[in-house]
């Protein structure tokens, strides 16, 4: 905790001065609504329960895309890696993929997948698959040759080799993407939301929208804000636990 008073004091100091200006500037709460206003429209959807459904709806999308996206994102890593060939062929394709924007992707999905989570769920695994892909691909690519011509030496067969040497080794840089995949997968299901989704945080962003309810927009936004950074917090702590558990190993 007293790592993080400074950040703490800071924004308290933030919103302070928000608070001033909009109250002493007279600014329209159309235009930027006070921390005090959006602090009362988020305890009122809070208290009424309006919240939860979006938030749920929100969270299982992000969750299902991302164990999806990084299931294959780590299987198509080592794939890449273990056959360099292969790799060769395919990773120019891999990041043509990735340079499409997924925003652009979104009625086509709608198209195909019909309206509901999984237009949502597929653009969030799309999202997610790059990070965990890259990053497996660089840790398994850049492990130490003197310790795998050491493994040959021993006799190791390329799977013992994969799960003992390059896998360990490249579990930092791993569990890097995952944190980062964890940051674009809630990205990825409220963009989703924002072109289909009928339920949802980027679903309700768009009512509010449409009403012009600044306030219940910035509540929205200190949501996914706060889920964001739950939920990076939570893989920072598996992360630490599992090159922990690896590294007395």
């Known amino acids: 905790m007293s790592k993080r008073l400074p ?27 006070p921390p005090s206003a959006v602090l009362a429209t988020l305890w009122s959807e809070i208290a009424t329960g309006r919240l939860w459904p979006h938030l749920a709806t929100t969270a299982a999308e992000m969750a299902l895309g991302l164990g999806i996206g990084t299931a294959v994102g780590l299987g198509v890593g080592i794939l890449l890696a273990e056959v360099p060939a292969l790799g060769r062929l395919l990773h120019p394709y891999v990041l043509a993929s990735q340079l499409v924007p997924k925003l652009a992707l979104g009625p086509l999905f709608i198209i195909w997948f019909g309206f509901g989570m999984t237009p949502t769920i597929v653009i969030t695994a799309l999202i997610c698959f790059f990070p965990l892909m890259e990053n497996t691909l660089t840790g398994l690519t850049e492990i130490d ?105």
């Open 145 to 249: 040759p003197a310790r795998r011509e050491l493994f040959r030496m021993l006799g190791a067969s390329r799977l013992q080799t994969l799960l003992r040497l390059k896998l360990p080794a490249a579990l930092p840089v791993i569990m890097a993407g995952l944190r980062v995949a964890v940051v674009l997968a809630l990205v990825g299901a409220v963009v989703g939301e924002f072109i289909g989704g009928r339920i949802g945080l980027g679903a309700s962003i768009i009512a509010a929208q449409s009403v012009m309810d600044s306030s219940l927009i910035f509540a929205l936004f200190v949501v996914i804000t706060a889920l964001g950074m739950l939920l990076y917090e939570a893989v920072r702590a598996l992360e630490r636990r599992v090159l922990h558990r690896f590294s007395k190993g």
């Open 7 to 33: 950040s703490l004091l800071l924004l308290l100091t933030l919103l302070a001065g928000w608070e001033a200006w909009c109250r002493v500037g007279g600014l329209s709460p159309l235009v930027l609504p």
